[in-house]
């Protein structure tokens, strides 16, 4: 534990204007970050006594190292920086908003030549036009089913389109009269495009002007005596009346708004938004977060406006934002807000009328979901401290091990071996910290040598970081031979972070990200037996390193081995403790198989092509394209290779030479007749 005068800016060191501020913990990560009108002041109030301090604050101050500061010129320039920098460096003791599910959304493609409506969930497109969030996807179906009957636009895919246009043959939408069918020519592109305009007023809430329109047009339809043309009118009428009726009116027409409330205990607090548009509901989505720092009301309020307005432009942006309770610096917010827009918003606490109303209502949402939530949590919170606890007591450690790395080799009979490291912090998943290695130090299968290898490279890399940050005066030499540096790898799965190389481009040193390897565990598994666990304490030893616990998981009998120990540790089948580090082990496992099999599979596609320098996989396409096959290429002379579009001189004697030095295998031979079999090497070798 730090102790907050040791790293004490001194008097009269920190301005007295605007800015930001972090702060970094022993190993540089930036563990908070706050903005002030003042920065003496509030960075000031950090340094008192202890004892006056919030608990939360106290626990933050005393996990920092350092305090570091940024100056701006006004508090929306802070106000910004501040949001920035959350995103970026997702600091442990700010509150962040978690989503408690992917909200789906109604969107129309603008940006297609042929607009398209459909539900989308995930990060918002540019040129698509949203409406929502909505509670469910089924939801949006409904209500798109009804308008299409009045804005029949396109909803089929991309494939289905284009073979709908081929073919020439609307697809079953079209038949009925729910799809204008542009794929087959019936509108123009511009009379789709005017459709999906009209359909995407109407969600917006422009809605009595054009029902009135169409009643207007049914009633000079039916004086007409055009009464097929009036009915169908009048059923479009309806249908838009059923559709308006699925999102009840709650405030004037024409209002847009979104209602905010927060619900809040010692611990956590929900946040639920209401978003109303045109006077109706047209979206609800609710967050909740733990209070990690001392925050009340306001606070949790600001954060909440910076989450759910940090990327929106634009319309995104409401007139009027109603809120529980005002932010501190109200006035910047709502210039931040302003600046959002592109046009004046009102943030203010709703006093009297439906507003009020209204937002009771939303604050008994916020009071359910976090009910809701905490019911769901509690079981699960428990039985992770319950396992972390167990595993402590079980490996004899000095506190719960709130961050474990477990490392696991993969390989087929001995090719393509690699390893895979895994990172838990909490009893949960850090899939942004995890890693993959390529074995580089020998060839062949020996698992106990390559988890040596693994272990102590990742651990060199630890203290490298170390001694660059200054963390200490001098780096132990390692017993043993220097570990290999990591070797560059193919990019990793979704989720996961692609291995290192030590011999390339460092990462940045003082920007806050978590470093590629600076972070230590209290706790290191191997997926193995007593040799594996062997080997990795033994690089450990080598490197200087005993603050570090290692223990090991056999699979046969599900054994916990410890380092220097005949017998292992034996837990119980029902343990929590042990459920965990079978998780663990098991999702090492699981990331490690699915690096080996994408290196396997990449070396069976392999071409010849591939060990040219220089050569990207796009000239590689035009290549193959313009002479139709490796074979082919390899009979070219440089001038014809020179023809190639992108490819130059050296280049093509490059390539020359590296087909070259890579004679083709025999060719087959049908031993029923004796012909020759051509192979065409198109793409492989």
Request: hydrophobic content about 35%; glycine content about 8%; aromatic content about 6%.
């Amino acid at each position: 534990m730090a102790d907050p005068s040791s790293y004490r800016p001194k008097p009269g060191q920190i301005p007295d204007s605007p800015g930001v501020y972090k702060f970094r913990d022993e190993h540089r990560r930036v563990i908070y970050v706050g903005k002030a009108k003042n920065l003496r002041q509030r960075v000031a109030n950090y340094f008192q006594d202890l004892a006056n301090l919030h608990p939360r604050t106290r626990t933050m101050v005393t996990t920092a190292a350092s305090v570091e500061w940024t100056v701006v010129s006004t508090e929306v320039e802070a106000l910004q920086l501040e949001y920035s920098w959350i995103k970026e460096f997702d600091p442990r003791f700010n509150v962040k908003y978690r989503d408690d599910k992917s909200y789906p959304y109604l969107a129309v493609t603008l940006n297609e030549d042929f607009p398209r409506v459909q539900v989308m969930r995930g990060a918002k497109k540019k040129g698509v036009r949203y409406f929502g969030p909505y509670g469910h996807a089924w939801a949006i179906r409904e209500t798109v089913d009804l308008m299409l009957r009045v804005f029949p636009v396109r909803t089929c895919s991309a494939g289905v389109f284009k073979n709908a246009a081929r073919t020439g043959r609307p697809c079953l939408l079209g038949y009925i009269g729910k799809c204008s069918a542009p794929c087959v020519g019936r509108v123009t592109p511009e009379e789709h495009r005017e459709l999906a305009e009209d359909f995407c007023d109407f969600m917006a809430g422009r809605t009595g002007t054009y029902i009135r329109r169409l009643e207007k047009d049914m009633m000079q339809a039916a004086e007409e005596m055009e009464y097929e043309r009036a009915a169908r009118l009048r059923d479009d009428v309806e249908a838009l009346r059923r559709a308006m009726e699925k999102s009840a009116v709650v405030l004037a027409d024409a209002t847009d708004a979104d209602l905010i409330a927060v619900a809040e205990d010692e611990l956590e607090a929900a946040v639920q938004i209401f978003h109303v548009r045109g006077g109706r509901v047209r979206g609800q989505r609710g967050w909740v977060t733990d209070k990690v720092e001392a925050v009340d009301t306001a606070g949790l309020v600001e954060h909440a406006l910076q989450q759910l307005y940090g990327e929106e432009t634009g319309d995104s942006v409401p007139k009027e934002v109603l809120v529980p309770a005002l932010p501190e610096d109200s006035e910047a917010v709502a210039q931040w807000l302003a600046g959002r827009r592109g046009s004046q918003v009102s943030l203010r606490i709703p006093q009297r009328g439906d507003k009020k109303d209204l937002m009771a209502t939303v604050q008994r949402n916020a009071l359910q979901a976090l009910g809701l939530h905490k019911t769901k949590r509690a079981s699960d919170l428990t039985t992770r401290s319950r396992a972390l606890e167990e595993i402590s007591e079980a490996l004899g450690l000095d506190t719960a091990p709130l961050r474990i790395e477990c490392y696991d080799i993969s390989h087929l009979q001995g090719d393509d071996v690699v390893a895979s490291m895994v990172v838990f912090e909490d009893g949960l998943a850090r899939k942004s910290e995890y890693r993959r290695f390529q074995i580089k130090g020998f060839e062949g299968q020996d698992d106990v040598r390559s988890m040596h290898e693994v272990i102590g490279r990742r651990f060199k890399r630890y203290l490298q970081d170390k001694e660059r940050t200054g963390e200490w005066e001098e780096t132990p030499a390692p017993a043993g031979p220097a570990p290999t540096g990591l070797a560059p790898t193919d990019p990793a799965p979704t989720g996961a972070v692609p291995a290192v190389d030590d011999t390339g481009s460092e990462p940045r040193e003082d920007d806050g990200r978590p470093k590629r390897f600076a972070y230590p565990p209290q706790l290191v598994v191997v997926d193995g037996g007593q040799p594996q666990v062997a080997a990795a304490k033994r690089a450990l030893d080598e490197l200087g390193i005993d603050d570090i616990a290692v223990c090991g998981l056999a699979k046969r009998l599900e054994e916990v081995w410890l380092p220097d120990d005949d017998d292992p540790v034996v837990m119980p089948r029902s343990s929590e403790g042990l459920y965990l580090l079978q998780r663990i082990r098991d999702e090492a496992h699981r990331f490690a198989i699915t690096y080996q099999r994408a290196k396997r599979a990449k070396r069976i596609r392999s071409s010849p092509l591939d060990d040219v320098a220089g050569l990207g996989e796009t000239r590689k396409q035009a290549l193959i394209k313009h002479f139709g096959s490796v074979k082919k290429l390899r009979q070219a002379t440089i001038d014809e290779i020179c023809e190639v579009p992108g490819i130059g001189r050296r280049t093509a004697e490059s390539l020359a030479a590296a087909l070259a030095s890579t004679a083709p295998a025999a060719p087959a031979v049908n031993t029923a007749t004796g012909e020759i079999i051509e192979d065409d090497d198109g793409g492989t070798s």
